[in-house]
């Protein structure tokens, strides 16, 4: 009797036993193990606020519970994606670029690097009210405005001539708090560009950049340079005269034709090889946005007006890809055959890449300007090139989902489903380590713990084609 009766106290102290209370509780879920590229089965995850509180077998079923439970059943857990080149712009059509907050979360991003727009006040302030849970949206992990020379092409540029004024752009840029440092070379002296690197490095940020046309990439590696953005730059490292082409475009002795002709007669995939392996040793990383070149690339074999996520995009912002399709209206049959070759020739750098230890970083440059480069739906696309140019599946969502936070230093926050990792997160009805394409069949969203399930995401997405349609009617 007295058995008994300790066995039903026992039983009953299992159930009534003090269950912690926690907002979101996620059963017999698949936890993608991005890093090692194996599926964990069977797991529960309790999320408590914005972050994981436990990961674990079905022990956790005794000592969680939640008004929010996941079935996860069939599914599969992961981070979520991060964008790691996208830019935010068009002073005229601020209200647009609000509209891709949520449209990023609705395709499962909820982290972007931002890198540089003429917008940055405002992408500055939507960080903000993102942060402290004002506003919803992606992560954003911005440069604010990219440092160039003076008179430079794009609008919003802090522009420097002298070191005295990179001083001082710098310190403006402390001020605003931006999260790493841009630079581009329209306009910018080469002197002054590794200086900026070199000074921007020593105060703390990480720097990514283009290259200007008289420097070796190793020279701006060696100045500290965390990202070459675009792949096309390390075409000039695939030669062994890289060095006396940037010293003749340097002083004005060899043109672009010249030095893009001499660069491909000696292409040597070795001499690549080991300068790849010397910026991979030196932490120079490279942002491929494969996506951007291959739509200039196929412009005309590809039929983007026929893309229903234009519905999802402002007026303006498509009016903004007109530029480049402008631009390249008058190409004759030898020129956009030029645009394919180079671009197949720039993608096929990605086995090399990835041999030489350099870190690949999933960007697409997706926003305006860029043609049908669409937001939100452009690094799903990204990592499907990766993929199809030579990366495995787990590689393309570790160069999104591992090597992003990294880039930042925030490990410790983001890139896995573990305890005290940030909840954002996104749930799959597919493996994707088995197919890359699985990214885009989304279940589920978590932003700093808030659950998007199916339902919510689709009305977001119903809410911004609405927004939409009023706006191009109106
Ligand atoms: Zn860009």
């Given at each position: 009797?007295?058995?008994?009766?300790?066995l039903?106290?026992?039983?009953?102290?299992?159930?009534c036993?003090?269950?912690?209370?926690?907002?979101?509780?996620?059963?017999?879920?698949?936890?993608?193990?991005?890093?090692?590229?194996?599926?964990?089965?069977?797991?529960?995850?309790?999320?408590?606020?914005?972050s994981i509180?436990?990961?674990?077998?079905?022990?956790?079923?005794?000592?969680?519970?939640?008004?929010f439970?996941?079935?996860?059943?069939?599914?599969?857990?992961?981070?979520?994606?991060?964008?790691n080149?996208?830019?935010?712009?068009?002073?005229e059509?601020?209200d647009?670029?609000e509209?891709?907050?949520p449209?990023?979360l609705?395709?499962?991003?909820?982290?972007v690097?931002?890198?540089?727009?003429?917008?940055?006040?405002?992408?500055?302030?939507?960080?903000?009210?993102?942060?402290?849970?004002?506003?919803?949206?992606?992560?954003?992990?911005?440069?604010?405005?990219?440092?160039?020379?003076?008179?430079?092409?794009w609008?919003?540029?802090?522009?420097?001539?002298?070191?005295?004024?990179?001083?001082a752009?710098?310190?403006?840029?402390?001020?605003?708090?931006?999260d790493?440092?841009?630079?581009?070379?329209?306009?910018?002296?080469?002197?002054l560009?590794?200086?900026?690197?070199?000074?921007?490095?020593?105060?703390?940020?990480?720097?990514?950049?283009?290259?200007?046309?008289?420097?070796?990439?190793d020279q701006v590696?060696?100045?500290g340079?965390?990202?070459?953005?675009h792949l096309?730059?390390?075409?000039?490292m695939?030669?062994?005269f890289?060095?006396?082409?940037?010293?003749?475009?340097?002083?004005?002795?060899?043109?672009?034709?010249?030095a893009?002709?001499?660069?491909?007669?000696?292409?040597?995939?070795?001499?690549?090889?080991t300068?790849?392996?010397?910026?991979?040793?030196?932490g120079?990383?490279?942002?491929?946005?494969?996506?951007?070149?291959s739509?200039i690339?196929?412009?005309?074999e590809?039929y983007f007006q026929g893309?229903t996520?234009?519905?999802?995009?402002?007026?303006?912002?498509?009016?903004?890809?007109?530029w480049?399709?402008?631009?390249?209206?008058?190409d004759?049959p030898?020129d956009?055959q030029?645009?394919?070759?180079?671009?197949?020739a720039?993608?096929?750098?990605?086995?090399?890449?990835?041999?030489?230890?350099?870190?690949?970083?999933?960007?697409?440059d997706?926003?305006?300007?860029?043609?049908?480069?669409?937001?939100?739906?452009?690094?799903?696309?990204e990592?499907?090139?990766?993929?199809?140019y030579?990366?495995?599946?787990?590689?393309?969502?570790?160069?999104?989902?591992?090597?992003?936070?990294?880039y930042?230093?925030?490990?410790?926050?983001?890139?896995?489903?573990q305890?005290?990792?940030?909840?954002?997160?996104?749930?799959?009805?597919?493996?994707?380590?088995?197919?890359?394409?699985a990214?885009?069949d989304?279940?589920?969203?978590?932003?700093?713990?808030?659950?998007?399930?199916r339902?919510?995401?689709?009305?977001?997405?119903?809410?911004i084609?609405?927004?939409?349609?009023?706006?191009?009617?109106?």
């Open positions: 009797m007295k058995f008994y009766f300790s039903i106290a026992a039983i009953l102290c299992v159930s036993q003090s269950k912690k209370d926690v907002s979101i509780f996620i059963t017999n879920i698949s936890i993608v193990d991005v890093k090692n590229g194996e599926i964990i089965s069977d797991q529960f995850v309790a999320i408590q606020g914005d509180l436990e990961v674990g077998d079905q022990s956790l079923k005794v000592k969680y519970q939640s008004n439970t996941i079935n996860g059943d069939g599914k599969f857990l992961l981070p979520g994606l991060w964008d080149h996208v830019h935010f712009g068009g002073a059509y601020i647009e670029n509209q891709l907050l449209l990023y609705a395709f499962g991003v909820t982290t690097r931002d890198a540089a727009g003429d917008i940055s006040l405002e992408v500055l302030k939507w960080r903000d009210e993102i942060n402290q849970g004002k506003r919803i949206g992606p992560k954003i992990l911005t440069s604010g405005p990219k440092l160039e020379g003076i008179n430079s092409i609008p919003g540029d802090l522009e420097i001539g002298t070191v005295t004024e990179l001083e752009a710098l310190d403006s840029l402390e001020k605003l708090k931006v790493f440092i841009k630079i581009t070379d329209n306009t910018l002296k080469p002197e560009f590794l200086e900026a690197v070199k000074q921007a490095t020593e105060r703390g940020w990480s720097v990514s950049g283009h290259i200007p046309t008289a420097l070796t990439i590696s060696k100045a340079q965390k990202t070459v953005e096309g730059y390390l075409m000039r695939t030669t062994p890289e060095e006396e082409i940037s010293i003749a475009r340097g002083n004005d002795t060899m043109n672009a034709t010249d893009a002709k001499l660069q491909s007669e000696s292409r040597d995939d070795s001499v690549a090889l300068k790849f392996k010397q910026l991979a040793a030196q120079t990383g490279v942002v491929p946005t494969l996506l951007i070149s739509n690339a196929y412009l005309e590809k893309d996520i234009l519905n999802y995009l402002g007026p303006k912002l498509k009016e903004s890809y007109q480049r399709i402008q631009r390249m209206a008058n004759t030898e956009k030029n645009r394919k070759d180079s671009f197949e720039i993608a096929n750098l990605i086995p090399l890449v990835k041999e030489s230890g350099m870190k690949i970083y999933a960007g697409t997706a926003g305006y300007l860029n043609t049908y480069d669409y937001p939100g739906l452009a690094i799903h696309l990592l499907q090139l990766l993929v199809k030579g990366l495995t599946p787990r590689e393309a969502l570790e160069a999104s989902i591992i090597n992003g936070p990294e930042f230093g925030l490990e410790k926050d983001f890139g896995s489903v305890k005290g990792k940030k909840a954002n997160l996104l749930i799959l009805n597919q493996n994707p380590l088995e197919n890359i394409e990214t885009l989304i279940q589920d969203v978590l932003k700093d713990g808030q659950l998007l399930d339902i919510k995401l689709n009305q977001i997405l119903a809410e084609k609405a927004w939409v349609a009023k706006k191009e009617n109106g």
